[in-house]
């Protein structure tokens, strides 16, 4: 079982910068993928930034160049580093890891980030 706990989340001015982390633990599958993603009240989960085990990232045209999703040697920790802030950005923000193998998914409990002057 693996264990996501996110953390970083606050209130943020626009314009200002936030970093967020997740902390993974537990019996760590083989992942395939990490992901940062966001989610308002009623709307739909969105990605917000992706890393394949392989390197390589994704990011959605509204946060592309202002997001930057990195991770540690070891691959127990996920950063997202969130600059340019905007009231649009607030969201309850997930940490998401995937391994290779059907139902190998797990998620984070959430991090509140507030833009807001």
């Known amino acids: 079982q693996v264990q996501l706990v996110e953390s970083g989340g606050g209130l943020v001015q626009p314009g200002g910068s936030l970093r967020l982390s997740c902390a993974a633990s537990?019996?760590?599958?083989?992942?395939?993928?990490m992901a940062w993603y966001r989610q308002a009240p009623g709307k739909q989960r969105e990605l917000v930034a992706s890393?394949?085990?392989?390197?390589?990232?994704n990011y959605p045209d509204s946060v592309k160049g202002r997001f930057t999703i990195s991770r540690d040697n070891a691959v127990t920790t996920l950063y997202l580093q969130m600059n340019s802030l905007k009231p649009e950005d607030t969201d309850v923000y997930y940490c998401n890891v995937k391994g290779y193998l059907s139902g190998q998914d797990a998620w984070g409990q959430g991090t509140q980030v507030t833009v807001s002057s």
């Open positions: 890393l394949t085990s392989y390197g390589r990232t």
């Open positions: 537990g019996s760590i599958f083989v992942i395939y993928s």
